[in-house]
């Protein structure tokens, strides 16, 4: 299965570590935070990378090549830094004629037991999600059974422990069906989530609960939080 891979950001709350490097280069346990993505869905048995990258994308592009531990890598640019939803779009010529895909944030890493289960999921759009004690700092996630009921972005008044999005999804070609139709977000971006609530208006997606620890990595507090 096919890997799309989100790298294309900054990290502004990663300064000044991204001053001269994408988020997705910064180094953790002695490699790129990418690096150990990379291995995580190599173990899961991921057979293809699309890798979208932006913001110094000379770095990652240099760094990988065109193949990681005989997987083949392909890159896409996102020209402009237009949101989530926009950077998957960059993909679409290269998963488009996927019967589904994986797609994963650069700065997350989840188990490799964990990406498995999502290979093997029947339903055609997943979403990950996992337990957050700090919930408001996320997409916080409702559902009743496996089926997704809403999603808030970084609610305020978000009960805590609550289960957020975790940045890793199982996507059929619908999704580029719907981002063209998205509007701009009040950080005139478009977004991802976005793209997820049409998804549940349509009933058609579902949720993955995580059963093992996923390393998100926001910002620079969190790379001692899981030890550098």
């Known amino acids: 299965m096919l890997a799309v891979i989100l790298a294309g950001g900054k990290g502004i709350r990663m300064m000044p570590l991204t001053k001269d490097k994408p988020k997705a280069m910064i180094a953790f346990k002695g490699k790129p935070i990418l690096e150990h993505l990379l ?62 895909f994986i797609v ?9 037991n964990d990406i498995k289960r999502m290979l093997i999921a029947k339903s055609k759009n997943i979403l990950a999600i996992r337990q ?36 890793l999804y199982k996507f059929s070609p619908e999704i580029f069906e719907i981002i063209p139709k998205l509007k701009k977000s009040r950080r005139n971006e478009y977004e991802l989530t976005d793209a997820l609530k049409e998804l549940i208006a349509r009933k058609k997606l579902k949720c993955l609960k995580m059963k093992n620890r996923v390393i998100d990595i926001s910002k620079i507090e969190d790379l001692n939080k899981w030890g550098v």
């Open 39 to 100: 291995d995580a869905l190599v173990f899961a048995g991921i057979n293809s990378f699309v890798i979208v990258v932006g913001y110094k994308k000379e770095k990652i592009i240099g760094y990988f090549g065109n193949k990681y531990k005989g997987i083949p890598i392909r890159y896409v640019a996102q020209k402009k830094p237009l949101g989530t939803a926009h950077a998957l779009l960059q993909a679409k010529k290269l998963a488009e004629d996927k019967e589904n």
């Open 104 to 112: 994963c944030n650069a700065d997350v890493i989840p188990s490799v």
């Open 132 to 167: 957050e004690d700090h919930p408001e700092n996320f997409g916080v996630v409702s559902f009743n059974g496996n089926k997704v009921v809403s999603i808030a972005e970084k609610p305020k008044e978000a009960k805590s422990p609550s289960y957020v999005n975790v940045g």
